[in-house]
C-alpha cells in the first residue's frame, strides 16, 4: 500500500473547553500541527511524549499496546485531544509512545474518511463529502 501521511492539527480538549467558556483565550488553546502517519492497522491513536508535553496533556491511566512484532508494553493513554483532518474533527484520547503522531482507525472511522491506496492518501467519504456521518445501529 505505501506510506500515508496526512497533515493534521491536534489541540487540548479542555483548552478548547475553557475557551468556549470564556475562561481562557482562543489564542491561548495549545495546539500542535503534525505530519501523521495513517495506520490502518493501528487501532488507537498515538503521540509521541513531546507532543503530549507541547499540548499539555495529562495522563488519565495506562494501557497494554502491542506492537506489530507482537511486543506488548504498559503505556500512558492521554485525556481527550481534539484531532482535525480536512476540515472535519473529532475528540480521541491518545496512547503515549513513538516518536511520531499515529492516526489509527477509530480516528479514521468518526471523521468519516477513506483510506486512498492508490493516491496514498484519506479521502472524505463520499457518500458524505460535506461532514462525518456516524453510524448509529
Do not use: F, W
Request: aromatic share 2%.
Amino acid at each position: 500500500m505505501g506510506e500515508i501521511r496526512v497533515r493534521a492539527i491536534l489541540a487540548n480538549a479542555v483548552d478548547e473547553a475553557l475557551a468556549r467558556r470564556g475562561a481562557m483565550k482562543a489564542d491561548e488553546v495549545r495546539r500542535y500541527e503534525a505530519d501523521a502517519l495513517v495506520d490502518t492497522g493501528a487501532v488507537r491513536c498515538a503521540l509521541p511524549p513531546h507532543v503530549v508535553e507541547r499540548l499539555g496533556l495529562a495522563l488519565r491511566g495506562h494501557r497494554v499496546a502491542e506492537y506489530a512484532d507482537g511486543r506488548r508494553d504498559v503505556v500512558g493513554v492521554t485525556e481527550p485531544l481534539v484531532i482535525e483532518i480536512l476540515g472535519r474533527d473529532t475528540l480521541e484520547e491518545a496512547l503515549v509512545l513513538g516518536d511520531e503522531v499515529i492516526i489509527g482507525q477509530t480516528a479514521i472511522e468518526k471523521l468519516d474518511l477513506l483510506v486512498d491506496c492508490v493516491g496514498r492518501r484519506l479521502i472524505p467519504n463520499p457518500a458524505h463529502p460535506d461532514q462525518p456521518v456516524s453510524k448509529v445501529k
